[in-house]
Each structure stands twice: as C-alpha cells, then as structure tokens.
C-alpha cells in the first residue's frame, strides 16, 4: 500500500475539490483534521481506514486516493469494505486517481465490480 506520506499532496488537492462540491464535516490523514473512523476486519485485525470522509446533505462519503501498488488485493480489499459501508449509508465511494493511476483504478473497479466514482486528480 501507498504511505500517508506518498499520498498528503494527492489528499488536500481531493478534499479542496470534494469542498468545492458541497462537502463538509471532513475527517482526513492529514495534520488539519481529525482522523477518520478505522474499521477493522474481524479475520485479520487489519484496519482499513479512508484517506477522508465528507458529509453531503446529511450523507457520508468515503474518499480514497487511488495509486498502483504491488498488493493489489490489499487494496482491492479495502475498496471493498469501504464501498459496503457506502452502500450501507445509502451513500457513495469515490476513488481520485493521479495522473497515470486513472486506468490502473478503473481496471480494478471493473474486475472486481466495485461500485465507485473514480475521478482524475491532476
């Protein structure tokens, strides 16, 4: 999986572009904010965590930041959970893809039938 680290850049660009969509209430992986809630999977005690989460007309969003990684099952996990959680809160997951990670994330979403809006990040 991609570090937090990798990833802070990719973040605020998301969360000011989720702002400028209407979201608020955000919870993010970066300093200005509160971390968002981590879920844990009961068969492996891994924790899956959101890079942030947003409200929008009282519904909340999951948002990741999608990169190519070698453990794409890791990843594909995740996506997963976080798009039941969604669909649970009658609400959706959106992926932001970086440049060059846009095919790499649809092609996922695609094979693994991951209910997700994926929206380039330049």
């Not at 937090?4 to 969360?15: H, L, S």
Request: charge should be positive; charged fraction near 35%; aromatic fraction near 10%.
């Amino acid at each position: 999986m991609v570090s937090i680290e990798e990833k802070r850049d990719y973040i605020e660009k998301a969360v000011e572009y989720a702002k400028g969509k209407g979201f608020k209430e955000f919870k993010a992986k970066i300093d200005e904010y509160d971390d968002p809630k981590a879920f844990t999977k009961v068969s492996s005690d891994n924790e899956v965590l959101p890079d942030f989460t947003a409200k929008r007309r009282g519904k909340k969003h999951y948002f990741d930041i999608a990169m190519k990684t070698d453990n794409v099952q890791a990843l594909v996990t995740k996506w997963k959970l976080l798009n039941q959680l969604a669909e649970i809160k009658n609400s959706k997951l959106i992926l932001f893809a970086p440049r060059g990670h846009k095919a790499f994330t649809e092609r996922l979403t695609k094979q693994y039938k991951i209910d997700a809006d994926v929206l380039a990040l330049s």
